[in-house]
């Protein structure tokens, strides 16, 4: 067996010195294969020790990521994940980096929209790590970054009474650490902090401040390089959310000086995002895209607020090109909503930039508005998941979009059939509303829906 291993490993080695096409990939995966396959049965029969098979799938790993990424095969290498720590349970292998694979594996449940299953490996790879005696810096700094996709998992999900007990021991976890030695674990709790501060709420501005003290800690003191592992949470997502907080609650402030410099903190943070997303894109290519999408669309929602109306329709226009880009080259499905989120922002910015005067020269812009909101629907329904309320909140936000673009229509050309769209669309959206209370988007549903409902006795 221990031949047949080594005339393998030379094959795979001749394979991996030479340019690969599709058939040479699968060539290479099935090599893989018979290797973890014959190192598996040594270890059943007590000729290898259980580290010796997680040794050979880690090297799958790292020949997945080096010579396989670009030809596509993420099924595969997640049977991978599952297979390293399904073997590492039977086994007893209790080491850092197969909790590490279970991360990785739960990351491909949470795209699949395989909600508590991610959870649930999660937190065994948080209960594992911390098992681990004598812990080194990166093991607690492993505990971290599984902290940060549990909670980020229930965030983006709105299940939130999982995501304040995760929070709350996330807190405890990096609060234990010192802090000069572990400024980018609280970089990364400060980013999940400012992102999930309640919206419009008052009283959070120490969140805040702290994710900016600790982004300028790391801007002088942590010299990261574009590819390390951590850069795009510490100087990418954390500046963002910063940004993003500032957006938030600029809404509080109730002078006209102090509220435009919210959103110039907004613009501040939300520039150094973009700027050193255009870095990241040197050394990741889809994942800097992503980045650059999300500081475009930030910048666009900051000068709408500003009411710099043709400024954001360009970075809005910016952030859909980027953000088209990357789902074509990618397919990821967990990011096309993402390009219905922009539709919704420029669509509503149209709207919201004619004056309240109707007038026949407004309709371009209004059937451009309505382009948009469609556009963001027909997205948004393809990703609606029974059971998330989230998914399905976005959907009907465009749709409420929709009709009140129709009723801005029938304002201008009194057609009884554009009267009729709008309010099937907006009664659509009350009634989801109604049944859903608690749902993030209330006060708008009431703002829109509502009142034109009201206006014409409908409600």
Known sequence: MEIQINKLNAM??????????????????????????????????GYALPQRLLAVQMNEVGIYDTYLAQYKHPETEDALYKRIIDDADRLGIL????????????????????????????????????????????????????????????ADNS?????????????????????????????????????????????????????????????????LPAYHQNYMDVFVV??????????????????????????????????????NAEKLIKVDYPMGLFCIGEALHQLGFIAANSQSVQKA????NQALHTRKKLFALTRVHDWEPRIAQTYVNKGALLLESIPFTPAIEH????NNALECAIAAKEIYKRHITPGIEMTECNYYEA????GTIYYALWEIISSTPMFDKAKECLLKCWEWNIRHPQNHYQDVFEIHSGRILKIHGVI
């Open 12 to 45: 795979l080695a001749a394979k991996l010195s030479k340019p690969m096409h599709n058939r040479e990939v699968n060539e290479v995966l099935m090599i893989l294969q018979q290797i973890e396959k014959l190192t598996r049965e040594l270890v059943w029969m």
């Open 95 to 154: 080491e850092p980096v197969a909790e590490m694979m279970r991360m990785n594996y739960a990351n491909s449940l949470s795209r699949i929209k395989q909600i508590e299953d991610a959870a649930h490996y999660y937190k065994q790879a948080i209960t594992n790590l911390q098992k681990v005696s004598n812990k080194s810096k990166i093991v607690w700094h492993n505990i971290t970054d599984v902290y940060m996709h549990l909670c980020n998992l229930y």
């Open 159 to 223: 299940m939130h009474q999982e995501l304040d007990a995760a929070y709350t021991a996330f807190k405890e976890h990096v609060m234990s650490l010192d802090f000069e030695e572990y400024a980018l674990d609280y970089c990364i709790l400060a980013a999940l902090e400012v992102k999930i501060v309640p919206k419009y709420e008052k009283g959070h501005e120490d969140k805040a401040q702290n994710a900016i003290r600790y982004f300028e800690y790391a801007l002088q003191e942590l010299n």
């Open 238 to 275: 954390l500046p963002n959310w910063i940004s993003a907080f500032f957006v938030d609650h600029c809404g509080d402030i109730p002078t006209i000086e102090y509220r435009k410099n919210y959103l110039d903190n907004a613009e501040k943070y939300a520039t150094a995002s973009l700027h």
């Open 313 to 316: 329709l360009d970075y809005y």
């Open 363 to 366: 309709t371009n812009k209004l």
């Open 399 to 402: 749709l409420q979009l929709e």
